[in-house]
C-alpha cells in the first residue's frame, strides 16, 4: 500500500562524494541550490479504512527547506503552516507527475510530509480527491513491480 522513490528525479549518481550535496532517507541538496524533502501523497482506499501512498520528493524554496530542516526534531512543528513545493518525482502510472504543484504539510516529529496536490484534473491530484478502489491499487502495485523487476 506505499511505494516509494529513493531520490528527486535529479538526482544522479555522480552527486554522492560532491560538494554541496547529500541525500538522506528525507532530505536532498544538489550543488547547494536545489532543496528536496520525501514526503507522501495519500490516497484514501474506497471501500477500506485503508490509506495507499506514494513516497516522492519535492522540492522547496531554500527559505522552506531550512525552515523545515530548523523545525525538525522540535514538538509542535505541525503548527507550521504548509509550504508551497514542486513534485521531483514522476511515477509510472500516470501521465508526467514532474513539476506538479504541491503544498507541504508538517507532521508530528518522526512523521512524514503529507503532500497535497493542487486540485487539477491531472489523474494524480484527481485520485488523491477522489480516493481509488482496490482494482486501481493492484493495477498501481503490477506497474510498479514489473517497473522493478525490468531495472
Known sequence: MNYTVAAPALWDAAFVDADGCLLSAD???????????????EI???GSDAMFSWGVWVSLSRESFFRASELWDKP?????SPYFGWLTTDLPVYPTTLDLRTHVHT???????VIELEPTEHPLAVEQR???DLERVREI???????????
Open 141 to 151: 502495485a503490477s506497474v510498479v513491480l514489473h517497473a522493478e523487476d525490468d531495472e
Open 107 to 113: 507532521r508530528p516529529v518522526g512523521e512524514r510530509f
Open 130 to 132: 477522489t480516493g481509488i
Open 76 to 80: 509542535g512543528r505541525e503548527a507550521e
Open 44 to 46: 484514501p482506499v474506497r
Open 27 to 41: 532530505q536532498c541538496v544538489i550543488r547547494a541550490q536545489h532543496y528536496f524533502v520525501k514526503g507522501l501523497i
